[in-house]
Structure formats: C-alpha cells, structure tokens
C-alpha cells in the first residue's frame, strides 16, 4: 500500500499560478494528477509513467507542468495561468504496479492509489 499526502491547494486569483505536491509513503514512478469539479467527473489532468513520459489532458496543456522528485517520492504539478475553469478539487493517483504507460494513465481507472485531495479555487 502506497500513502499519498498532497498539499498546496488554495484561492487564486485568475493568471496566477499555484504549485501541488503529493507525498507518496514509497518510491513510486508511476502517478497522475486528477480533478474532479462539483456535478463533473473526476477528470485527468497529467500523468507520468516508468520511462518518464509525460501526458497532459487538453485544457492543461502548455499551463501545467508534472514532474517527480529524484527519489520518486514527491510528485508535483506547477499550474501556471490558471482560469476558474481550474476550479476543482485536485487528487493524486498512483499505480505502484507501473501496471500501463503513456496517455492512457490519463484514466482514473488504470489507478489503484488515492490521495484525499486538495482544493483548487480560481476567481475572476
């Protein structure tokens, strides 16, 4: 069992920017960002898989950035320019198996780790 911690949520004004991390209990390559806002589903944001390969869903692309720590314990998600469409509550996902790759880990289901999450506000 992997534990994930993530922090860094918080109020924003629109353009700013705001900078997630999630804390995993155990070395883990694979893992993702997801956000779930109220009345959607829970969709995926970015994504890393074993070789390093990142993947971005298309109304992040070019605004945020995922990345991982050397020892693959914290992941991280740089979000720059946000809109209030941002607006979300925003889970870390982990699957400690690196049992997929590439875009598909942009699928909540290829996951089997959560985090609690943490909230993300943008107001205009």
């Known amino acids: 069992q992997v534990q994930l911690v993530e922090s860094g949520g918080g109020s924003v004004q629109a353009g700013g920017s705001l900078r997630l991390s999630c804390a995993a209990s155990?070395?883990?390559?694979?893992m993702g960002w997801f956000r779930q806002a109220p009345g959607k589903e829970r969709e995926g944001v970015a994504a890393?898989?074993?070789?390093?390969?990142?993947s971005y869903g298309d109304p992040v692309k070019g605004r945020f950035t995922i990345s991982q720590d050397a020892t693959k314990n914290t992941l991280n998600l740089q979000m720059n320019r946000l809109k209030p469409e941002d607006t979300a509550m925003y889970y870390c996902?982990?699957?400690?198996?690196?049992?997929?790759?590439?875009?598909?880990?942009?699928?909540?289901?290829?996951?089997?780790?959560w985090g609690q999450g943490t909230q993300v506000t943008v107001f205009s």
């Open positions: 996902a982990a699957d400690p198996a690196c049992r997929f790759g590439g875009r598909s880990y942009l699928s909540w289901s290829k996951f089997n780790h």
């Open positions: 155990s070395r883990t390559y694979c």
């Open positions: 890393i898989d074993i070789i390093g390969y990142t």
